[in-house]
């Protein structure tokens, strides 16, 4: 179902994110060149598109090729009345927590965590559940990507076919 609202990128902003999740250390000028529109045009929509947040040009590491292939989930249940501070300033302290989320049902946070191999994911969750905030924790443990983390296919329903 299409929202009515309008999107915050265009046709233009679209193909720049896809020449750069094309090629990623692809110049302003090559850019500009590639998508047949001036110099200047592929700065400004960068620079909105980093200003407001919509792209961000941070490194996508592989845990797996840094020697953590292990993914596990942990859903954490927190004691009522202790609030997230303690849980996430620990979660933050650790390497290995890769992303964290609060949630509604029965857990509280769901956790993404990597670790070199289950003797290691011991000692993650471990780190994990050091504060007395956490009540309990259950882990399931990923045995394959079979849809890797994307947004593209995101960005092309956001701005919808071309007119």
Request: proline share 6%; no cysteine; charged share 20%.
């Amino acid at each position: 179902m299409m929202s009515t609202m309008t999107t915050p990128v265009d046709h233009l902003d679209a193909a720049l994110v896809h020449a750069l999740s094309r090629a990623p250390r692809t110049g302003v000028l090559e850019l500009s060149r590639v998508l047949g529109v001036a110099r200047g045009t592929v700065q400004a929509r960068l620079d909105r598109l980093l200003g407001r947040g919509l792209l961000r040009l941070e490194p996508d590491l592989d845990p797996a090729a840094l020697g953590y292939p292990v993914t596990a989930f942990l859903t954490l249940e927190l004691h009522q009345g202790t609030g997230r501070g303690a849980v996430t300033e620990q979660l933050s302290g650790i390497p290995q927590v890769l992303e964290a989320h609060t949630t509604t049902g029965s857990g509280d946070l769901l956790v993404r965590v990597v670790a070199r191999d289950n003797t290691h994911l011991q000692d993650v969750i471990d780190a994990v559940v050091a504060t007395p905030a956490v009540a309990r924790t259950s882990t399931v443990i990923a045995l394959q990507d079979v849809v890797r983390h994307r947004t593209l296919p995101l960005l092309d329903e956001a701005v919808g076919p071309r007119g």
